[in-house]
């Protein structure tokens, strides 16, 4: 069974950062399409980043582009998310997901429905 367990969150204060962690355990982690998303308090969960297998390929939501930045270590079985100058409205829940599917394109990678595995989530706040 696959899983992914987010850590790293915490709270900052406005202009600062944190960098998030994905470990994946359970499966091919090196064959896994990766992807970010949050779920802001009372709002939908949104797609914020992701990567392909190889690492080669990277998506970015227009609010967090520039940034954030994703990135995976497959020999460590991990994806990270490199945040910088968050603001308040990136208060949320932060989850990771693993697809099994073989993704192309940033339409497919933005939608959670291609997503097999996701983890339990971890809170970010930002202070203002």
């Known amino acids: 069974q696959v899983q992914v367990v987010e850590s790293g969150g915490g709270l900052v204060q406005a202009g600062g950062s944190l960098r998030l962690s994905c470990a994946a355990s359970?499966?091919?982690?090196?064959?896994?399409?990766m992807g970010w998303f949050r779920q802001p308090p009372g709002k939908e969960r949104e797609f914020l980043a992701a990567i392909s297998w190889s690492g080669d390929n990277t998506y970015y939501a227009d609010s967090v582009k520039g940034r954030f930045t994703i990135s995976r270590d497959n020999a460590k079985n991990t994806m990270y998310l490199q945040m910088i100058s968050l603001k308040h409205e990136d208060t949320a829940v932060y989850y990771c997901?693993?697809?099994?599917?073989?993704?192309?394109?940033?339409?497919?990678?933005?939608?959670?429905?291609?997503?097999?595995?996701w983890g339990q989530g971890t809170q970010v706040t930002v202070s203002s």
């Open positions: 997901a693993a697809s099994n599917l073989r993704l192309y394109g940033s339409n497919l990678y933005r939608r959670h429905d291609m997503y097999d595995y």
């Open positions: 359970g499966g091919a982690f090196s064959t896994y399409g």
